[in-house]
C-alpha cells in the first residue's frame, strides 16, 4: 500500500500499524511476528499508544526521575507533510501529559527528510531537536521540550 492521505483517507490504527510494519521495518523478522510482539508491547502498563492522521504513536513514558521521558516511535503510512502536521500534535499530545523529554529511533535516513521540515516548524516553538546519526545505520532523535511555547506556525 502506499502512503495514503489521512484527509483523504482515515485508516484505523491496526491497518496503520500492519501496513508500516510491512513497508518500513527492517528486523528481519516476518511482519505476522513483528505484529505480534507489538500487540503483547501494547498492553504493557507504562506504554502510550495514539493515532493522529494516519500515523500511531506507539511509545514508554519513564518511571521515577524519568517521569517526564517517553521513549517510542511512529508507524507513518501518512504523506510526508501529514507526518510532518501529525508529529507537531504528537509533541502537543506529549506536552500535555507533562512528556518534556522524548526519544526515538530509526533506520536509515527515511525520517531525516521529515525531521529537517519538523525541526524548522517547531525550532521558533522552543523545541531543542537533535539528530545523532550512528555508526550502525540508525539515527537517535532526542527532543527536549522543556522551553516549548506551544507556538507552532
Known sequence: MDNVDSRETPLPAPVVMLEAVRKYDNSGYPPEAVVMSL???????????VQIGNTVYLGHRGKGDNEDLMVGRAFNIDTGEMFVRNGLKYVEYMYRKGIRRYVTQYDGDLFDAAFRVFMRKATPAGLDIQLHKRDNDKTIVTIDMTKYNGDFK
Do not use: G, Y
Not at 508491547?41 to 506504554?47: A, G, K, Y
Open 39 to 49: 500487540a503483547k508491547e501494547l498492553t504493557m502498563p507504562n506504554s502510550d499508544q
